[in-house]
């Protein structure tokens, strides 16, 4: 599928559709499962430097259009993650470190320790909606933040750095363009949306044990999009759209606002863990009616 090929930040892809972290990317079986359903490249469960037990059960509900999760960052722990993923290297795609933690110390000690591994890059979550004391509910999406976590981080490793910014943000495109001043080399837009909230009528009370969760899956797409718009609007280093994935034509219209590469997560619920197979498809298949070569061409005409 050399249609498909495409480059994220130094990175050659066979496909562009990458694991979303959150999903499957818990263990190195679970890599060689997803890259054997077709993935262009995957990306661990984000790591902390203690493990987590993250929040109660029940963590996920299915709503109309997708998930609504409150998994709280559950994650083995950096020891645990380092001995787990010491054959990273083995697989026969791209496999992305993604890291979260308090402050910017904490994503420097993560970094570093998961650049002895045979990564290809690390993602630094800047986004999650739920998690008191990480992402936004620690202040870090702001452009400051941004700033001072992204170029702490970059100096920290060779690795190239991917920033996961929030849907959330409001001041987006500032907090874009402080992650490329800062040595970024690509930004993922896309997280969960949120928090929302669904309520158990029959028991009268949330059906999360947290209560609110961030929202994943089609409902959010349209945001997505309108998200990667702005980044691409705002920066010249490279974009993944996350959000919503499910088939070709979602892939083909984040890459229209300005994508290079797309997460997919909430549609292997769906399609199962050929999604990535199966989108590839897609993708190709609009592509050759259409006239589109490669990917890049595809990048941006929508602006």
Same mark, same amino acid.
């Given at each position: 599928?050399? !249609?498909?090929?495409?480059?994220?930040?130094?990175?050659?892809?066979?496909?562009?559709?990458?694991?979303?972290?959150?999903?499957?990317?818990?263990?190195?079986?679970?890599?060689? !499962?997803?890259? =054997? +359903?077709?993935?262009?490249?995957?990306?661990?469960?984000?790591?902390?430097?203690?493990?987590?037990?993250?929040?109660?059960? %029940? *963590?996920?509900?299915?709503? !109309?259009?997708?998930?609504?999760?409150?998994?709280? $960052?559950?994650?083995?722990?950096?020891?645990?993650?380092?001995?787990?993923?010491?054959?990273?290297?083995?697989?026969?795609? %791209?496999?992305?470190?993604?890291?979260?933690?308090?402050?910017?110390? +904490?994503?420097?000690?993560?970094?570093?320790?998961?650049?002895?591994?045979?990564?290809?890059?690390?993602?630094?979550?800047?986004?999650? %909606?739920?998690?008191?004391?990480?992402?936004?509910?620690?202040?870090?999406?702001?452009?400051?933040?941004?700033?001072?976590?992204? =170029?702490?981080?970059?100096?920290?490793?060779?690795?190239?750095?991917?920033?996961?910014?929030?849907?959330?943000?409001?001041?987006?495109?500032? /907090?874009?363009?402080?992650?490329?001043?800062?040595?970024?080399?690509?930004?993922?837009?896309?997280?969960?949306?949120?928090?929302?909230?669904?309520?158990?009528?029959?028991?009268?009370? %949330?059906?999360?044990? $947290?209560?609110?969760?961030?929202?994943?899956?089609?409902? /959010?797409?349209?945001?997505?999009? !309108?998200?990667?718009?702005?980044?691409?609007?705002?920066?010249?280093?490279?974009?993944?759209?996350?959000?919503?994935?499910?088939?070709?034509?979602?892939?083909?219209?984040?890459?229209?606002?300005?994508?290079?590469?797309?997460?997919?997560?909430?549609?292997?619920?769906?399609?199962?863990?050929?999604?990535?197979?199966?989108?590839?498809?897609?993708?190709?298949?609009?592509?050759?009616?259409?006239?589109?070569?490669? *990917?890049?061409?595809?990048?941006?005409?929508?602006?």
């Amino acid at each position: 599928m050399s !249609r498909l090929s495409t480059e994220l930040a130094g990175i050659k892809l066979a496909n562009p559709t990458i694991l979303a972290s959150g999903f499957l990317g818990t263990s190195i079986e679970m890599l060689k !499962r997803v890259e =054997k +359903g077709g993935a262009g490249a995957v990306t661990i469960k984000s790591i902390t430097r203690e493990p987590r037990t993250g929040h109660n059960n %029940p *963590i996920v509900v299915e709503v !109309r259009g997708g998930l609504l999760n409150a998994v709280g $960052y559950s994650n083995m722990g950096l020891d645990a993650a380092k001995e787990e993923f010491t054959g990273v290297g083995k697989l026969g795609v %791209p496999a992305i470190a993604s890291v979260v933690a308090e402050d910017a110390k +904490g994503f420097v000690e993560l970094a570093i320790e998961l650049s002895t591994l045979a990564f290809s890059a690390i993602e630094v979550v800047l986004s999650c %909606p739920h998690t008191p004391g990480l992402g936004l509910l620690a202040g870090h999406g702001t452009p400051e933040a941004t700033e001072e976590i992204t =170029k702490e981080v970059v100096k920290a490793t060779k690795l190239p750095v991917i920033i996961k910014l929030s849907p959330n943000t409001q001041a987006l495109g500032e /907090v874009a363009k402080a992650a490329e001043r800062s040595g970024a080399a690509a930004i993922n837009m896309g997280n969960t949306l949120g928090p929302g909230m669904v309520i158990n009528l029959e028991a009268e009370k %949330p059906v999360l044990d $947290y209560k609110v969760g961030g929202m994943s899956g089609p409902v /959010v797409k349209p945001i997505g999009v !309108r998200c990667v718009w702005d980044v691409f609007e705002s920066v010249k280093i490279p974009v993944i759209g996350t959000g919503g994935v499910t088939d070709g034509r979602d892939a083909i219209e984040y890459f229209m606002a300005g994508a290079s590469a797309v997460g997919v997560g909430t549609a292997i619920m769906y399609r199962q863990e050929d999604a990535f197979e199966k989108i590839c498809e897609e993708i190709e298949a609009f592509m050759k009616e259409n006239g589109f070569k490669k *990917i890049k061409d595809l990048v941006g005409i929508a602006h």
